[in-house]
């Protein structure tokens, strides 16, 4: 029999709000929005991102992403939420949860960004805080991971504030910004988080 298995029923619909803040998966109708404010915030995100498709913020490169996203979950590969405002409906930014592993690891590792409008409000401490219950919780993870480029003085703060613990420095770890760069590493054990 196994010991790890996946959760009875993947909740094709996990929507946490709190603080706020509603997230949920992005839906067809979220283009507009969300390239709008992907476009206005290129400058600041692009150093921090892998390099955007030439297509990205067209509405074809947005049906594939969705197609891409829905596979992903049915699969139990990964999560991906928008974060939205409640008060208006705005969006404020994203959070993926990817590279969910079951058996024995129970992880998975989580990417995010804000638009620029929003930045430095505290959006992502709370979109983390209202996320990390569910990501615990509903889909039953042992383990939340992050990695971020040690001059990412804002992520690492972001990390720290939300309970991660610093754990190492893989080098050369990931393609950002189409340079493979130094990233620190960072965890969260389901026993950590005192939500
Ligand atoms: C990183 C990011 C998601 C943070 O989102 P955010 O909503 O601005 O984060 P918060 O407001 O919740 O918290 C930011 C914290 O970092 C601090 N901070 C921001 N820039 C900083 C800097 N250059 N140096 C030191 N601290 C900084 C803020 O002061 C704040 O800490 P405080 O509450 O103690 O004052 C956002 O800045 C972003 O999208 N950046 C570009 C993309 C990116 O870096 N993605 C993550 C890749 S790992």
Not at 38 to 61: F, K, M, V
Not at 74 to 88: K, M, S
Not at 128 to 144: C, D, I, K, M, Y
Request: proline share 6%; aromatic share 10%; with cysteine.
């Amino acid at each position: 029999m196994a010991l790890f298995r996946l959760p009875s029923s993947v909740p094709l619909a996990l929507e946490p709000r709190g603080s706020g803040l509603l997230l949920r998966a992005p839906v067809m109708s979220d283009f507009p929005q969300w390239a709008q404010l992907r476009d206005r915030s290129r400058a600041y995100l692009t150093p921090w991102e892998p390099i955007w498709p030439s297509d990205d913020l067209t509405r074809t490169g947005f049906r594939r992403r969705l197609r891409r996203y829905a596979e992903d979950i049915v699969n139990d590969r990964a999560y991906p939420f928008l974060i939205f405002r409640e008060a208006d409906g705005a969006l404020l930014g994203g959070i993926t949860l990817a590279n969910v592993r079951r058996g024995i690891v129970q992880a998975g590792t989580i990417g995010y960004w804000v638009g620029e409008p929003f930045a430095g409000q505290g959006c992502m401490t709370s979109a983390l805080q209202v996320l990390l219950p569910a990501l615990f919780g509903e889909l039953s993870l042992h383990r939340v991971e992050a990695a971020c480029i040690p001059t990412n003085l804002g992520s690492v703060r972001v990390l720290e504030k939300s309970g991660f613990t610093r754990e190492g420095l893989a080098r050369r770890y990931l393609c950002i910004n189409g340079v493979w760069q130094d990233h620190l590493l960072f965890g969260m054990l389901h026993e950590d988080f005192h939500g």
